[in-house]
Structure formats: structure tokens, C-alpha cells
């Protein structure tokens, strides 16, 4: 019987940079940036203690370009992935480590409305008048409806007819 082994990390934390999208000589896309998790406990006194680690988080070809598009500092993120520790040779000969988390899962765990790095300036309707633009479609979708209902009795309603 062989001896199986395991390298699977799965974090929950915010975004300390914005994504940083490279490509390979090769043509493959990366995507880099950093995510802190917090842990507290509290000590024998009863205090409460807090630390945060920091990690680096590399995703490459399509998982890269979707993290590019979503994310942004400050997100809350969940990261499924695997450790990769890689080595080079700096400019004086000296072999530098890095580890790093190599993503193979992402799950956005903030707010659908939070502009990501790769969205940040695009306009919405909602954006320029909030509370006018959703008391005018309120009307417009009272006003429909009220009319549908007396046209329409018999007719059918479709889950795409739903407006959420």
C-alpha cells in the first residue's frame, strides 16, 4: 500500500493589494497579490490576543484573468489552493525562497455591489442617482403590473417574467 500525501490550503481573508497580472514569456497569465488572515485567543490572563499573517497568492491562466476582473483591496476572499515554494538566484548569487498560495478555487464572499480592479470606473445606472433611479423603475414596474392584471388575468406568469 502506497503512502498518499496532502497539500491543500483553503484561507479566508481581505485582499492587501490589488491584483497584478504578468505575463510569462510563453504567453501563460499570472495573477499575484497578497491576503491577510486574522486568528485571536486569548491568553492565560484572559486577554484577548490578536496576530495576522500575510500570504502570497499566485493564480494563473483563467482563474488569473477572473481574479484580475473581480478583486480589490480590501475584498473579502475565499482561496482553495496548494503551497508552491519556488527558488531563484538574486543579483549576488544568493538563492532566495518564496512560498506562495497557488489558487485552484476563489470565492467572492463580499457584497455583489463592490467594484472589483477590473471594473472600478465603468458607470452604473444606479451609481449617478440612486434613489431616483429605483423610485422611477418602482413606478414604471406598479404601473405595468397594473396593467398586465387587468389585460391579462388568464395569462400565465413565468419565473422569467419575475423581476428578482
Known amino acids: 500500500m502506497s503512502v498518499r500525501s496532502l497539500n491543500k490550503v483553503m484561507l479566508i481573508g481581505n485582499l492587501t493589494r490589488d491584483p497584478e497580472i504578468r505575463y510569462t514569456t510563453g504567453g501563460a497569465t499570472v495573477v499575484s497579490f497578497g491576503l491577510a488572515t486574522n486568528k485571536s485567543w486569548k491568553n492565560p490572563e484572559g486577554e484577548i490576543q490578536e496576530s495576522t499573517e500575510f500570504h502570497n497568492i ?18 473579502k476572499v475565499y482561496i482553495e489552493g496548494s503551497l508552491n515554494t519556488r527558488s531563484w538566484e538574486d ?74
Open 58 to 75: 499566485v493564480a494563473w491562466s483563467k482563474m488569473a484573468e477572473i481574479c484580475q476582473q473581480l478583486l480589490a483591496k480590501g475584498m
Open 91 to 164: 543579483d549576488s548569487g544568493t538563492t532566495k525562497y518564496k512560498t506562495e498560495v497557488r489558487v485552484d478555487e476563489m470565492i467572492l464572499l463580499d457584497s455583489k455591489g463592490k467594484p472589483g480592479a477590473g471594473i472600478e470606473g465603468q458607470e452604473t445606472e444606479t451609481k449617478e442617482k440612486p434613489a431616483e433611479k429605483k423610485e422611477e423603475k418602482e413606478e414604471k414596474v406598479e404601473a405595468e403590473s397594473k396593467g398586465k392584471d387587468s389585460e391579462n388575468k388568464n395569462e400565465d406568469v413565468l419565473d422569467d417574467d419575475l423581476p428578482f
